[in-house]
């Protein structure tokens, strides 16, 4: 957690919950399992708990200390709709965000069917709010995970939610994925990127141009994070070295300027 992030499409990162549990196909290699599980047992660190899920109530106010406007990925050691995060504490998130108006935050989830449930539950699906309930924050993004075809039901959630924002992080990219209108609609950006890491699975660049067609051609901004482990070409050569230039250009479309 900090106020900075190497992230390409985020500021910040903010984990009033760390720790989760393995869902599909694309948590297999899971950067944040990795690193968490190197400090298991080490006395008074954050992580001595290893990745087991942990609330961290004391971190919930912590975004309302930074002054400056940022965009703040949550939960990125975790998934804030995990099934073992009390509906309460999710409210404790939800309400720091509505609070700190100044930021942006980006909410991003695998588990898209307790996404979907719970947002309906505290949150209008009528952005007039005629049915009483509590308007939308904007200030707040929503987005689901994806890393193959298989997973396209968490998007058809994800356009159930009441966010102003919706988007989709394609990554890791395991796997052709056909981005339809349908898919499309109502759906304000899209991330794409390969695995790194030492067991990561190689992107292969037509399923990459395959999605940048789809959001060209349905105008949803597009943003290419990272090749990978693996190049263009299909050689390990490491994130650093792969860099993240497709087709001769950076694409870092955004639904706002990511410079804020």
Known sequence: MSDKSKIEWTDATWNPVTGCTKVSAGCAHCYAETFAKRFRGVPDHPYEQGFDLKLWPGRLDLPLSWKERKMIFVNSMSDL??????????????????RAKHHIFQVLTKR?????????????????????KVKW?????????????????????????????????????????????????????????????PRARPMKPEWVCEIQNRCKKYHVPFFFKQWGTFDASGKRVGKKAAGRVLDGKTWDEAPVSLQI
């Open 137 to 197: 924050p904007e200030n707040v993004w929503l987005g689901v995970s994806l890393e193959n075809q298989n997973y396209s039901w968490r998007v058809r959630h994800l356009q159930e939610s009441p966010a102003y924002i919706r988007f989709i992080s394609i990554e890791p990219l395991l796997s052709p994925i056909s981005l339809d209108e349908a898919l499309l609609d109502d759906i304000q950006w899209v991330i794409v990127g390969g695995e790194s890491g």
């Open 81 to 98: 709709f995990h099934e073992d995060v009390p509906d309460d504490f999710i409210g404790k998130v939800f309400d720091t965000m509505c």
């Open 112 to 132: 898209s069917d307790r996404m979907m449930a719970w947002t309906l539950k505290y949150f209008s699906s009528d952005r007039s709010r005629k049915d009483g």
